[in-house]
């Protein structure tokens, strides 16, 4: 008893010490890299279920390395998701069964924490199958995601779970600088995208008294107005309410000088963190960010500094 009172005095203490650090944004557009403003964008804490981009990520990206058709390859519910606590909607149990796709929806839109969980047991499992090893598929999944971020220069980030909640064996942070690069990354993706930009989708759980059928809700409540492609959100007590957003304008056009035309995309990643009124925000950091960047474009575009004037995404996969 008294030492389940000290975590929990230690976790509270924690949470109220990231709390107190306020709140921390960046805003960058994701083709040219140029950072448009920040505040404690490379301070270390939880993200929440900003954590799940990740888990998304690593499962397109082995989608996509194998051939596999998300809809068509099931997975089962482990056993270590009990008692991790979190969103669970469609009550999950181990034993039920899954298709890899609805799964992700369920994590991605839903922010379900067996879902994650139930996705990355599956993809870690079959890793490991494939470099002729076994044992712990979601600790594998979770070596795979600090891999990536390793790959994408995530300096500041330290992955602990697919879900990223707060437990005591977690200890995962980021930062809005670091989540911003991962957001670049995961909505460089069609098959990710095409997940974060939908406002709900229908998902069928197999259990053993037969299919059961959901309408899994984005949790984002930016998804639908003009632009919006995603991509997560997340809260935790540690956290607070976080979300990431993208948002695309029609590419800017102009004429070359030999007669043919440039085209120019144009997408800002907007990473809100520790914010009561994370949407709103994220609203007035996008009406901001493209006045900002627009004025930027209208100058030439000058760089002075690339070291901090740049986000620079690398893409090794």
């Known amino acids: 008893m008294k030492r389940a009172l000290l975590v929990l005095v230690a976790t509270l203490s924690a949470a109220v010490s990231y709390a107190q650090q306020g709140e921390a944004f960046m805003v960058v557009e994701a083709h040219s890299g140029k950072v448009i403003s920040a505040a404690n964008s490379v301070v270390k804490r939880p993200v929440a279920s900003l954590n799940k981009i990740a888990t998304g990520v690593i499962v397109v990206d082995w989608a996509d390395a194998t051939g596999t058709d998300l809809s068509k390859v099931e997975a089962t519910v482990p056993a270590s998701v009990q008692g991790i606590g979190g969103p669970n909607q469609m009550a999950l149990q181990p034993g039920d069964r899954i298709t890899l796709r609805d799964a992700l929806y369920a994590a991605l839109l839903g922010s379900d924490n067996y879902a994650a969980m139930t996705v990355a047991d599956h993809v870690g499992r079959q890793m490991l199958r494939a470099r002729g090893r076994s044992g712990d598929g979601i600790g594998a999944f979770v070596t795979e995601m600090n891999e990536l971020g390793k790959a994408i220069h995530l300096t500041k980030t330290r992955f602990a779970s697919p879900h990223g909640l707060d437990t005591q064996k977690n200890g995962g942070f980021s930062t809005a600088a670091d989540v911003a690069k991962l957001s670049i990354y995961a909505m460089r993706k069609p098959g990710f995208t095409f997940i974060t930009r939908q406002k709900d989708r229908q998902v069928t759980v197999h259990g053993p008294s037969g299919p059961r059928t959901f309408n899994v809700k984005n949790t984002n409540e930016l998804i639908g107005e003009p632009g919006i492609l995603g991509v997560k959100t997340?809260?935790?007590?540690?956290?607070?309410?976080?979300?990431?957003?993208?948002?695309?304008?029609?590419?800017?056009?102009?004429?070359?000088?030999?007669?043919?035309?440039?085209?120019?995309?144009?997408?800002?990643?907007?990473?809100?963190?520790?914010?009561?009124?994370?949407?709103?925000?994220?609203?007035?950091?996008?009406?901001?960010?493209?006045?900002?960047?627009?004025?930027?474009?209208?100058?030439?575009?000058?760089?002075?500094?690339?070291?901090?004037?740049?986000?620079?995404?690398?893409?090794?996969?």
């Not at 007669?259 to 120019?264: H, I, L, N, Q, Y």
């Open 234 to 317: 997340g809260t935790t007590n540690a956290a607070g309410p976080c979300v990431s957003v993208a948002s695309d304008r029609d590419p800017l056009v102009r004429q070359k000088p030999d007669g043919e035309k440039a085209v120019t995309p144009r997408r800002l990643i907007v990473v809100v963190l520790n914010n009561p009124d994370r949407f709103n925000r994220a609203r007035g950091l996008l009406r901001q960010g493209w006045s900002s960047y627009d004025r930027w474009v209208a100058a030439g575009a000058p760089v002075q500094d690339r070291e901090k004037e740049i986000l620079h995404v690398p893409n090794p996969r």
